[in-house]
């Protein structure tokens, strides 16, 4: 990943990334015993993933390389639209 970050012209985000991957996926599994949280974390991975597919976009790279980001967006984000249409 430290390549693929240089080669966005990103290294300085590379930490502030992995920090919130590692929050978000342990605020998912948290918030599966408190709502909020769920929602809060889930919205936040899909808002990651976005900007992930955009820096994706952006430097050009082939859609095999963008689908993974376009996929985790689209899941976080029906996770969190779910369970807030269950409230």
């Not at 599994?29 to 952006?58: A, E, K, N, Q």
């Given at each position: 990943?430290?390549?693929?970050?240089e080669?966005?012209?990103?290294s300085?985000?590379?930490l502030?990334?992995?920090?919130l991957?590692?929050?978000?996926a342990?605020g998912t599994?948290?918030?599966?015993f408190?709502t909020?949280?769920?929602?809060?974390?889930?919205?936040?991975?899909?808002t990651?993933?976005f900007?992930g597919?955009?820096t994706?976009?952006?430097?050009?790279?082939?859609?095999?390389?963008?689908?993974p980001?376009f996929s985790?967006m689209?899941?976080?984000y029906?996770?969190?639209?779910?369970?807030?249409?269950?409230?």
């Amino acid at each position: 990943m430290r390549d693929e970050f240089e080669r966005f012209g990103m290294s300085k985000y590379r930490l502030l990334t992995g920090i919130l991957e590692i929050l978000g996926a342990l605020g998912t599994l948290i918030g599966l015993f408190w709502t909020p949280l769920f929602i809060f974390s889930t919205l936040g991975l899909g808002t990651l993933m976005f900007l992930g597919l955009v820096t994706r976009v952006r430097v050009r790279d082939p859609i095999v390389q963008t689908l993974p980001a376009f996929s985790l967006m689209v899941l976080n984000y029906t996770l969190a639209g779910a369970t807030i249409s269950i409230l």
